[in-house]
């Protein structure tokens, strides 16, 4: 989980966020999900030539913070470090999660910002003193309303329950101090009209349009019946409602009320990715929050849909939590990171399965990609020495190669890069590479290779070469996803310097026919992607 170092001076930095995930266990697959596709787009702009920032981070404040550390014996402090530095950040390592920054918000250069940010809306008189009873899921840490709660059965028959988690809440009565969010949901409808792109995807936006025009009501912003958290300025015998806390990391990571340089040049998000269970805090509370401060709102806030396993929401609590490297024990990270980007549409829910994993793995990675990069490493050893040759007799098929990978460039960049299709641009690359083995099998070197003539000999080099250019194209376009095998082949085939370090391995320019010269060293190491061991 290396820094990047890619803020710069000048221009704003593609500013991409996860949620701060909640710390009160290790983290899982819905977790890593998320994180990985901010690292895919993130990489994806980084090898656009973009300046770019990518902030993730942890939550750990709050009732059910403090519970769970109770059930384990050690303060909500102690209990926060252990799990962040044991389980959540060597997780983010394994993975190849290049994010630049990592919050926390215990750490002070969070908490007194949070304080900051909160006495301005008092100060405004956005914030008035009041007193609330109702349902309360401390697993959400939030307020419900009667109307979406679930009639419990079983061993919670007679009780209500959390629509997420499925668990009894609890009815809370306490005098708190009141955010007027009410008062703002005509500017949210207005700000939703006026940027349809703002909420994604549209039935996500759809329900929290629905949700607004129903009428806001004003949100306790503080909690006195436990003391873990940040003091709220004025009375410190509350402190700040834990989602309030949490959703200004997005601010203070970057400088707020710090650094105003920094600040300027990086808030606000392009993009906040989030699961679609804490949509309405980050598209409700977060943007009126900062309407109240003056602070301008996040470009787009794209909602992921849940992992589902045997037809249901993947979690520890109905027992179909998976870790992520159970799978990427026997998968490798590289497969990891493709399978959930290329079988998943991100913003729908989808199903994992380790049968559908195995297959897609075989299929196009071993078979369709990391054959493909053997072969063509054999034929190049075999008929000219390792040494790769030059073209000289290109004609009508390879020509279709080179369209084809100008098609799936162009394909790939507007759908990863713009429109978070993970799946859709990673697909275009894998039609590619379909193609290219489609040509090979139309062109049959192997055979051209037993024609010793002078024309033979430069059909066959021009088949080798485009075949070779191809894959040097698929390294630059699958390095976002699967950096450690594009590093492999880029490497093996003598391309030089290391995979992304030039402008000339951006993403457009994969598309620029050439750019592997003849000459270099042709080498055939492990293959890219094993055959899996039962």
């Known amino acids: 989980m290396a820094a990047t170092g890619s803020e710069q001076t000048g221009s704003k930095a593609y500013y991409v966020t996860t949620p701060i995930y909640y710390v009160n266990d290790a983290p899982h697959l819905g977790h890593a999900y998320t994180t990985v596709a901010g690292d895919v787009l993130t990489r994806w702009h980084r090898q656009r030539g973009e300046k770019v920032w990518y902030l993730t981070g942890t939550d750990e404040h709050g009732q059910k913070i403090m519970r769970t550390a109770e059930a384990n014996g050690v303060s909500p402090q102690e209990w926060c470090d252990k799990l962040v530095e044991e389980a959540w950040k060597p997780l983010w390592e394994h993975l190849d999660i290049r994010n630049d920054d990592f919050i926390r918000t215990t750490e002070k250069r969070h908490t007194e910002r949070v304080r900051e940010f909160v006495q301005d809306l008092y100060d405004k008189g956005e914030i008035y003193q009041g007193g609330y009873e109702g349902p309360y899921c401390v697993g959400c840490e939030e307020y419900k309303t009667y109307g979406e709660l679930l009639d419990g059965e079983g061993e919670f028959e007679g009780q209500k329950l959390c629509p997420i988690h499925r668990t009894p809440v609890e009815m809370l009565q306490e005098e708190n101090y009141f955010f007027k969010l009410s008062e703002y949901g005509p500017k949210l409808l207005e700000h939703y009209e006026r940027h349809p792109e703002f909420i994604q995807p549209e039935s996500a936006r759809n329900e929290i349009v629905n949700f607004v025009r129903q009428g806001l009501e004003d949100l306790s912003i503080s909690r006195s019946t436990f003391d873990w958290g940040v003091k709220v300025p004025w009375d410190d015998k509350h402190v700040i409602y834990v989602w309030i806390d949490a959703l200004l990391n997005y601010a203070t990571a970057v400088g707020y009320g710090a650094d105003q340089e920094r600040f300027e040049r990086t808030f606000p998000a392009d993009v906040h990715l989030v699961g679609k269970d804490i949509l309405r805090f980050h598209t409700v509370i977060w943007p009126a929050m900062l309407m109240a401060n003056g602070l301008p709102l996040p470009g787009k806030i794209v909602a992921n849909g849940w992992l589902m396993v045997g037809g249901e929401k993947m979690s520890k609590s109905n027992l179909?939590?998976?870790?992520?490297?159970?799978?990427?024990?026997?998968?490798?990270?590289?497969?990891?990171?493709?399978?959930?980007?290329r079988a998943i549409a991100f913003g729908q829910d989808g199903s994992f399965s380790w049968e559908d994993f195995s297959a897609r793995y075989?299929?196009?990675?071993?078979?369709?990609?990391?054959?493909?990069?053997?072969?063509?490493?054999?034929?190049?050893?075999?008929?000219?020495?390792?040494?790769?040759?030059?073209?000289?007799?290109?004609?009508?098929?390879?020509?279709?190669v080179v369209d084809g990978l100008a098609h799936a460039v162009a394909t790939a960049d507007e759908r990863i890069g713009d429109e978070l299709d993970f799946s859709g641009g990673i697909a275009a690359v894998f039609d590619f590479i379909k193609q290219v083995n489609g040509y090979l099998t139309e062109q049959e070197p192997w055979k051209v290779a037993k024609d010793e003539t002078p024309e033979a000999r430069a059909r066959l080099a021009t088949i080798l070469y485009t075949a070779a250019e191809s894959l040097r194209a698929c390294a630059v376009l699958l390095n976002p996803v699967m950096p450690e095998s594009s590093e492999k082949l880029w490497a093996s085939l003598g391309a030089e310097p290391h995979l992304g370090s030039l402008p000339e391995q951006r993403v457009a320019d994969a598309a620029h026919w050439g750019r592997l010269p003849a000459g270099t060293t042709i080498t055939k190491g492990a293959a890219l992607f094993p055959r899996l061991e039962n």
Do not use: C
Request: hydrophobic letters at 40%; zero cysteines.
């Open 320 to 341: 179909t939590g998976i870790s992520p490297r159970q799978l990427t024990e026997h998968f490798g990270v590289d497969a990891y990171r493709w399978y959930f980007m």
């Open 362 to 400: 075989t299929s196009e990675l071993a078979n369709d990609y990391g054959n493909l990069a053997s072969r063509v490493a054999a034929m190049v050893g075999k008929y000219f020495g390792g040494t790769l040759p030059e073209a000289t007799a290109a004609g009508d098929a390879e020509q279709a």
